[in-house]
């Protein structure tokens, strides 16, 4: 399972969807694009619908 990020105090949900906030300094938005990269490389589900993170 994965930590918390340390940024996530300037992750913001939208009506598009999860962004992070423009005033955030420059390491919580790489940490921010990092965790994104992740979800969206390693987010899909199985056969049986059940999303695994690694």
Known sequence: M???PKGYKYWHQN?????I???A???AKKEFKDY???FK???KPDKNGIVRYY
Do not use: A, H, I, Q
């Open 2 to 4: 994965l930590s918390c």
């Open 15 to 19: 009506d598009t969807g999860l962004t």
């Open 21 to 23: 906030k423009s005033n």
């Open 25 to 27: 300094p420059c390491w």
């Open 36 to 38: 994104m990269r992740l």
């Open 41 to 43: 490389e390693n987010g």
